[in-house]
C-alpha cells in the first residue's frame, strides 16, 4: 500500500484554468505539507498542515488554497493558472515534531503540472 | 534568508567506488539534518538523518559527517550501484516546523 499517494501524476491544461491536485497519507501522521519542485530540483516548502489547521503558508500566492477535511487528506486547490505555476508538486506528511522526536518526511511521488 | 546549499551539482562515480556528496547550510540553530534521494519521477525517499549533539551516523552502506564548526554535511555511499543513481538533497531543520531543502546533487553511477 501506498503510503502518500497524491493524484493525478500528470496535469496539463491550459492558462487560467482551475485544477486540483489530491493527497492521502496513511500512515496516521498528524502533520502534511505541500511542496514545490521546479524544473532545476529545486524543493520548496508551501504549506504545511497539522491537525487540519494551516500552521506553514509559504507566501504562496492567494490563488493556492490548501484544503484539509481530515487529518489523512491534504489537497491543493490552484485558481487560475499561470505558465509559471508549472512544477512537480509533492505532497508529504510527518508525525509531526515531538520531544525527541525528529521531522522526517514522507513524501508522495508527485504531480507533474504543465500549464500551457 | 538563510539557504542550505551543495558545493557539486553533478558527481559521477565508478560503480563499487565510494562517493561523497557535500552540503554547506547556513543555519547555526539547525539541529536536525536529513539526506533524501529521489530518483527519477519520484519522490524524494529518506536516507539518513542526524541530530546536531552527533557527528556521525552509519547505515547500510551510508554515513553521515557532520561538521557544525564549519556548518557542513557530507554523506557518504560505499561501494556505490547503479541504482544509486539519483539526486541526493540535504535538508536542514532550524527547529520552525519545516524542512529547508538544499538543491540537490546528481548521482550518475558509471558501470
Known amino acids: 500500500d501506498t503510503a502518500v499517494s497524491q493524484t493525478p501524476k500528470y496535469l496539463v491544461t491550459q492558462m487560467g484554468n482551475d485544477k486540483s491536485i489530491k493527497c492521502e497519507q496513511n500512515?496516521?501522521?498528524?502533520?502534511m505539507y505541500w511542496y514545490k519542485q521546479d524544473s532545476k530540483k529545486f524543493l520548496k516548502i508551501m504549506f504545511s498542515?497539522?491537525?487540519?489547521?494551516?500552521?506553514i503558508n509559504e507566501t504562496v500566492p492567494n490563488r493556492f488554497s490548501p484544503k484539509s477535511p481530515d487529518k489523512a487528506h491534504l489537497n491543493l486547490h490552484i485558481n487560475s493558472l499561470e505558465l509559471g505555476d508549472s512544477a512537480v508538486y509533492f505532497c508529504?506528511?510527518?508525525?509531526?515534531?515531538?520531544?525527541?522526536?525528529?521531522?522526517?518526511?514522507?513524501f508522495g511521488s508527485g504531480t507533474q503540472l504543465s500549464v500551457l | 534568508g538563510e539557504s542550505v546549499g551543495l558545493h557539486l551539482p553533478t558527481l559521477s562515480v565508478q560503480e563499487g567506488d565510494n562517493s561523497i556528496i557535500n552540503c554547506a547550510y547556513s543555519?547555526?540553530?539547525?539541529?536536525?539534518f536529513i539526506w533524501y534521494k529521489q530518483e527519477s519521477g519520484k519522490g524524494p525517499q529518506f536516507i539518513i538523518d542526524i541530530r546536531s549533539n552527533m557527528d556521525k551516523r552509519q547505515g547500510q552502506r551510508v554515513t553521515v559527517l557532520l561538521n557544525k564548526t564549519v556548518k557542513h554535511l557530507s554523506l557518504q555511499i560505499a561501494a556505490t550501484q547503479p541504482g544509486d543513481s539519483a539526486v541526493y538533497f540535504c535538508?536542514?531543520?532550524?527547529?520552525?516546523?519545516?524542512?529547508?531543502f538544499g538543491t540537490g546533487t546528481r548521482l550518475t553511477i558509471i558501470p
Open positions: 535538508a536542514e531543520n532550524g527547529g520552525n516546523e519545516k524542512l529547508t
Open positions: 498542515y497539522n491537525n487540519k489547521e494551516l500552521i
Open positions: 508529504a506528511s510527518s508525525r509531526g515534531r515531538r520531544e525527541g522526536e525528529e521531522e522526517k518526511l514522507f
Open positions: 500512515l496516521g501522521h498528524d502533520t
Open positions: 543555519n547555526s540553530a539547525s539541529d536536525y
